[in-house]
């Protein structure tokens, strides 16, 4: 009996670890983050497109300074997360999980919870502001219910002009927000982020990702003047855009 199962045990397909990892993932969707996270994360090119970004916004505040002519205070709007704070060891434990972030059921836990880093760059050009005499928001759809918790966090990282009238969360869209900032008689010369709306409330939408590039052409004037967007390949609504492939034609 024991030679048989040896002999059906040998007629049995070897199966090597690096296939049993290859099954683990194929039962795990939210693996399929794991490329975008290193990228995200790991990669040196995101955080030089990060440097960039903030050096490029020191020099185009220098700029804008000087030739200032309105009689409100210049501000600055500043998104939080992926733009002056980094989330991405919430996300990567997440997909080590097997959990699909892009729910955010995990969100809140994080912002109670967590200690985000800061973005490369931030805390050098955030505090330049500051001294510059720029009024700085934080405006992020971090939830209110978290907001002691967000202040917290942001004032052991350090940064300048963190109260709960300057950090504005999710209540009403960014749009809105942004709207109440203009109203206190103050000029917002610069708007940062990650994600395009962000910006606009146009990019506030269910469009398609087509869509969105129509738009971003329509805008391609803010872009490096007074809008500044940062990387993000973490999570975004492209996230479930279908791929193009190349479609090679016979030759004729």
């Not at 490369?120 to 001294?131: E, L, S």
């Not at 917290?152 to 749009?175: A, I």
Request: glycine share 2%; with cysteine.
């Amino acid at each position: 009996m024991k030679k048989i199962a040896a002999s059906l045990l040998l007629a049995l397909p070897l199966i090597s670890p690096l296939s049993l990892a290859a099954s683990d993932d194929a039962f795990c969707q939210p693996k399929e983050y794991k490329m975008a996270l290193r990228y995200q994360q790991q990669s040196a090119e995101v955080m030089a497109l990060q440097l960039q970004a903030y050096q490029f916004a020191t020099y185009r505040i220098t700029q804008i300074l000087a030739d200032h002519k309105s009689d409100k205070i210049p501000a600055v709007v500043l998104d939080l997360d992926e733009t002056v704070i980094d989330n991405s060891p919430l996300l990567v434990r997440d997909v080590n999980n097997c959990h699909d972030f892009s729910t955010w059921d995990t969100w809140s836990d994080w912002e109670q919870k967590g200690h985000p880093t800061l973005i490369p760059g931030a805390k050098d050009f955030i505090n330049f502001i500051d001294q510059k005499g720029i009024k700085i928001f934080y405006i992020s759809d971090r939830f209110q219910e978290n907001k002691v918790a967000t202040l917290k966090t942001l004032n052991e990282l350090g940064l300048p002009q963190v109260s709960k009238d300057n950090v504005l969360l999710y209540t009403k869209m960014k749009e809105t927000r942004r709207e109440s900032v203009r109203q206190q008689n103050f000029d917002i010369v610069m708007l940062m982020g990650d994600s395009l709306a962000d910006f606009a409330a146009e990019f506030k939408n269910k469009e398609s990702t087509d869509y969105q590039r129509d738009l971003v052409k329509l805008k391609a004037e803010h872009f490096g003047k007074d809008w500044i967007v940062f990387p993000n390949a973490s999570y975004g609504t492209w996230s479930n855009a279908e791929l193009k492939a190349w479609d090679e034609k016979p030759a004729k």
